[in-house]
């Protein structure tokens, strides 16, 4: 399709900055300034706000990109806009879940995608809902390369990747429910690459059409890029493989053709230089890791997203002495950090000036009012592993309870608002039962 409009998504940056969250009001108990980690002026470090780019954000608690798969046959749904709309903020960031570049960029049931027209169509009105609220919204565009099964392949094909060695362990298959192994992965051939680029790049044009204000590109984690990065992983003996010079190329081809695209100034980057998600390894993360950010800051690209290395997996949080300092340093953007953070380390973090932004990954799905809780000291609602890949419409995604429902000691209950979507959009991919996946 023909994209590259994004006007209306672009005017919203340029428009004046949003006020910031309201003064707290309320009953709960706003501890001492120590205990609500507040700054000798009073201010909480995690809601001040922060200009990044052109973009003026009222706060730091950006919401982290989460699968959710309820995207059904990879088309964004209405739900969505709910579930979106409910954890944006005046002047708040959020980067929406990874989302296909191409039919083959695939590994998760009912994950959303951004090649097809219609996609981008259903895009639109849950970023429109977004913005309605006063709030900014990247989105973060993957292929999952080897992380996936012939079944979520076009014609049963092999999935792609820089390897033709398999992951180890078992995925959700598309039914939302069975498991099934990895599939052998096929390596891409050299003159292939460029295709996949191309592929990066037309998602990324398609992701502004829909009305976002940017785009994450998706290089942790273990799937495509990750896999082109990792030296325990990529074993190609062409340009792409071997030095960390080659084995960054691929990344930075798609840095490359989606600056070019759509403006450096409305692309970010995800990475995982110490995480080793989907047996992908690296021997020298902290090398990695600063390499990128030198090479990203030549582009001048609005942010780089990296995750803390006390994250080695989904499941696997280890102590770490190893720091994202270096990197950190080396990168000339908005410096974003995300992995384990609770309210004190989030706030401590852009107290030290260790990052400019903190995401929070399940603490924002299991709260829809996060900031509004941080900035309260609030109590946090708990998250439920067992419903985070289901594919329910409102359970497990958009009947977490706010705040306000708390404070009225009413149980969580599904509004009638709910009720009615629930209705409309029973989909014959939904069947009974929770799983828990490896993502
Ligand atoms: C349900 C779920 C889905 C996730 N989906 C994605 C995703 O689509 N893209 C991504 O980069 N990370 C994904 N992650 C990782 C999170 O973005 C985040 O980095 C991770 O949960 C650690 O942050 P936390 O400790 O604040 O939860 C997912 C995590 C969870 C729990």
């Known amino acids: ?24 009001a309320c009953k709960i108990n706003m501890g001492s300034p120590a205990e609500n980690c507040q700054t000798d002026d009073g201010t909480i470090p995690l809601l001040t706000p922060y200009r990044m780019g052109q973009l003026q954000l009222s706060h730091r608690v950006v919401l982290a990109p989460l699968t959710r798969c309820r995207s059904y046959g990879h088309v964004p749904q209405p739900h969505a806009a709910i579930y979106y709309s409910q954890r944006a903020t005046p002047g708040g960031l959020l980067i929406a879940e990874a989302t296909g570049v191409s039919d083959t960029a695939q590994g998760y049931p009912h994950a959303p995608g951004v090649w097809t027209q219609e996609q981008v169509e259903a895009w639109k009105p849950i970023v429109k809902a977004v913005h309605d609220k006063g709030a900014f919204f990247f989105l973060q565009i993957w292929h999952v390369g080897r992380v996936s099964n012939t079944a979520y392949q076009p014609g049963g094909q092999p999935p792609i990747s820089p390897t033709n060695k398999k992951v180890s362990g078992t995925l959700l298959m598309p039914s939302g429910t069975e498991s099934g192994e990895y599939s052998e992965p096929r390596a891409l051939e050299t003159k292939e690459i460029p295709l996949i680029v191309n592929d990066f790049k037309m998602a990324a044009r398609n992701a502004i059409a829909a009305g976002f204000d940017g785009i994450e590109i998706h290089g942790a984690h273990g799937y495509l890029i990750d896999q082109f990065m990792k030296d325990g992983v990529n074993d190609r003996t062409d340009q792409y493989g071997g030095s960390l010079e080659n084995r960054c190329r691929f990344a930075l081809e798609i840095v490359d053709a989606i600056t070019e695209e759509i403006g450096p100034q409305r692309v970010g980057i995800r ?52 720091s994202l300092a270096s990197a950190q340093k080396a990168f000339n953007g908005t410096f974003i950090v995300a992995g384990g953070h609770t309210r004190k380390s989030g706030n401590e973090v852009i107290k030290t000036g260790g990052a400019d932004l903190v995401v929070y990954g399940r603490l924002f799905l299991a709260n829809p009012d996060l900031p509004k809780r941080f900035q309260l000291n609030a109590p946090l609602n708990k998250y439920i592993r067992a419903t985070f890949y289901t594919q329910d419409p409102v359970e497990g995604y958009t009947d977490y309870p706010f705040l306000e429902k708390m404070e009225e000691e009413t149980k969580p209950s599904i509004s009638d608002e709910h009720v009615k979507i629930k209705e409309h959009l029973k989909c014959p991919f939904i069947e009974n039962g929770g799983h828990a996946n490896n993502h």
């Open 1 to 24: 399709m023909m994209g590259g409009t994004g006007l209306a998504a672009w005017a919203s940056i340029n428009e004046p900055a949003a006020p910031p969250l309201p003064p707290p």
């Open 271 to 322: 990475l995982s230089p110490f995480g080793a998600h989907s047996d992908s390894p690296d021997s020298n993360p902290e090398g990695l890791g600063v390499y990128m950010a030198k090479a990203l800051s030549k582009y001048n690209i609005l942010y780089a997203h990296y995750i803390e290395p006390r994250v080695k997996s989904s499941f696997v949080e280890v102590e770490s002495h190893a």
